[in-house]
């Protein structure tokens, strides 16, 4: 189910989709198992993820820039009492990583449409790749983009602008799909359309522009991006 916020500006059907990655596509449960093996709690994981994105996305406020791993490090290293060689096992298995079960449905479903369909992550690049083929998806996806290319995090306007010029789209006919509140708002104010859908988070959040599209899960979101209408 899904639904065209009141207060949302209009949007088209695009001709290409961007997807997050980590949790919108990818699973992150072996580097929560990883984790439980050092023995570390079972829940600690959202806490690491969250302080990566606080770590990644300081730095590039402030002017400097670190990479997805280092920024990753960075969290475990400030979150547990794990030394270099455990933290870098942790991080190794995002090479593990396979797509939730709704994920190629979603994409088939926008390929058989036309739609081409690719991934935007701030993340290492090799782990979206990784990912899609251990889900037998990668024939689904026409490329995978990482911002460290750019030295850039999400959400910052020029990942966005950057991905459209890589797809040769304008940026208003280019589209992401994410579960996180804040990579949907960073799209919309560069100009993408958007859409989100719950997977750890419940809710978008009100503080941020309003998504195009609001869905109650993946299969939702797709649909509602194919509802819209062409330019």
Same mark, same amino acid.
């Given at each position: 189910?899904?639904?065209?916020?009141?207060?949302?500006?209009?949007?088209? *059907?695009?001709?290409?989709?961007?997807?997050?990655?980590?949790?919108?596509?990818?699973?992150?449960?072996?580097?929560?198992?990883?984790?439980?093996?050092?023995?570390?709690?079972?829940?600690?994981?959202?806490?690491?993820?969250?302080?990566?994105?606080?770590?990644?996305?300081?730095?590039?406020?402030?002017?400097?820039?670190?990479?997805?791993?280092?920024?990753?490090? !960075?969290?475990?290293?400030?979150?547990?009492?794990?030394?270099?060689?455990?933290?870098?096992?942790?991080?190794?298995?995002?090479?593990?990583?396979?797509?939730?079960?709704?994920?190629?449905? !979603?994409?088939?479903?926008?390929?058989?449409?036309?739609?081409?369909?690719?991934?935007?992550?701030?993340?290492?690049?090799?782990?979206?790749?990784?990912?899609?083929?251990?889900?037998?998806?990668?024939?689904?996806?026409?490329?995978?983009?990482?911002?460290?290319?750019? *030295?850039?995090?999400?959400?910052?306007?020029?990942?966005?602008?950057?991905?459209?010029?890589?797809?040769?789209?304008?940026?208003? *006919?280019?589209?992401?799909?994410?579960?996180?509140?804040?990579?949907?708002?960073?799209?919309?104010?560069?100009?993408?359309?958007?859409?989100?859908?719950? *997977?750890?988070?419940?809710?978008?959040?009100?503080?941020?522009?309003?998504?195009?599209?609001?869905?109650?899960?993946?299969?939702?979101?797709?649909?509602?991006?194919?509802?819209?209408?062409?330019?």
């Amino acid at each position: 189910m899904s639904a065209l916020r009141p207060d949302a500006v209009p949007a088209t *059907r695009p001709t290409v989709v961007a997807f997050d990655v980590n949790e919108t596509l990818l699973d992150l449960a072996p580097v929560r198992a990883a984790l439980v093996e050092l023995g570390q709690p079972a829940d600690l994981l959202p806490a690491v993820f969250s302080r990566t994105l606080l770590t990644g996305f300081a730095a590039a406020t402030a002017g400097t820039w670190c990479r997805f791993r280092e920024a990753f490090d !960075a969290a475990l290293a400030q979150g547990t009492d794990l030394g270099d060689a455990d933290r870098s096992r942790v991080a190794d298995t995002f090479l593990e990583l396979a797509p939730h079960p709704d994920v190629e449905p !979603a994409l088939r479903r926008l390929v058989q449409a036309g739609v081409r369909v690719v991934t935007l992550t701030h993340g290492s690049p090799g782990v979206a790749e990784a990912g899609l083929e251990r889900g037998g998806v990668s024939p689904l996806v026409e490329r995978s983009l990482s911002s460290e290319v750019i *030295r850039a995090w999400k959400p910052a306007r020029e990942v966005y602008l950057w991905a459209a010029g890589v797809c040769d789209v304008e940026p208003a *006919r280019l589209a992401l799909v994410a579960s996180h509140g804040w990579d949907v708002h960073g799209a919309l104010r560069a100009g993408l359309t958007a859409a989100w859908f719950p *997977r750890s988070e419940r809710t978008y959040p009100a503080v941020y522009d309003p998504a195009a599209l609001v869905a109650g899960d993946l299969a939702g979101a797709v649909d509602a991006l194919l509802a819209l209408p062409p330019a």
